[in-house]
């Protein structure tokens, strides 16, 4: 079963403009973390939040959590082309590092 | 250097054939994992394994078998290949603790005629 949801899809901007990408989840989670994909590649961790914060930040990322709201939104700032990439969140529950569950992704394009 | 090296990285068979996609990690980690990609269903657990000959299920396992013989190693085993199993397929090897991370390997492409 699919544990996040993605949501846009597919959202495209200019280069400069910020990003954001929102994920929904259903069940208790220890973490939330989102990956990057480029075209047809392996996903490349990008952050990770821990069901006890609020928001993180890493260079241009900003990722909040809701846990009452089981969401979490990736924020992109100051976008570049090079950011053009597939976002994915994903959930880990409590107790089961194995069960690293992947929503279907936001396919971000960023025009120059 | 961390790495998760899945072979090979495309793959055309045809229904029936026996296939196995090899996938190795080097950082001793105890959790691996197989998912497959498709369009609009996004990343899907196959099976996964906690550790040497401890395997489990995942979301879509029909179809799939995995044999963990070594912590490094975690093949993927398709025993009768049918067109519904043709696919992006991943190999994920899993940091547990305080900060969770799945690494992952290149992606086998497969295709089953």
């Known amino acids: 079963s699919q544990q996040g949801e993605e949501d846009p899809q597919a959202l495209s901007i200019q280069e400069g403009e910020n990003a954001t990408m929102n994920c929904s989840y259903k069940?208790?989670?220890?973490?939330l973390q989102w990956y990057r994909q480029n075209s047809g590649r392996g996903l490349v961790h990008l952050i990770l939040?821990?069901?006890?914060?609020r928001e993180k930040h890493s260079g241009r990322l900003r990722v909040t959590l809701d846990t009452s709201k089981k969401s979490s939104s990736l924020l992109i700032t100051a976008s570049r082309a090079a950011d053009t990439a597939s976002y994915f969140c994903a959930t880990v529950p409590p107790g089961g590092y194995q069960k690293v569950t992947f929503g279907i992704g936001t396919k971000l394009q960023v025009i120059p | 250097e961390a790495q998760v090296t899945q072979n090979p990285r495309y793959l055309i068979t045809v229904t029936g054939k026996k296939l196995t996609v090899t996938c190795s990690q080097n950082m001793n980690h105890e959790y691996m994992s197989w998912y497959r990609q498709d369009p609009g269903l996004g990343l899907r657990q196959i099976y996964y394994s906690m550790n040497v000959e401890v395997t489990d299920k995942g979301d879509v396992p029909e179809g799939y078998k995995v044999s963990r013989k070594e912590k490094r190693n975690f093949p993927l085993i398709l025993e009768s290949p049918s067109p519904n199993q043709t696919s992006l397929y991943f190999c994920?090897?899993?940091?547990?603790?305080?900060?969770?991370?799945?690494?992952f390997g290149q992606g086998t492409r497969l295709t089953v005629v």
């Open positions: 994920a090897s899993i940091r547990g603790g305080k900060n969770t991370e799945a690494f």
């Open positions: 939040i821990r069901s006890n914060e």
């Open positions: 069940t208790s989670i220890n973490n």
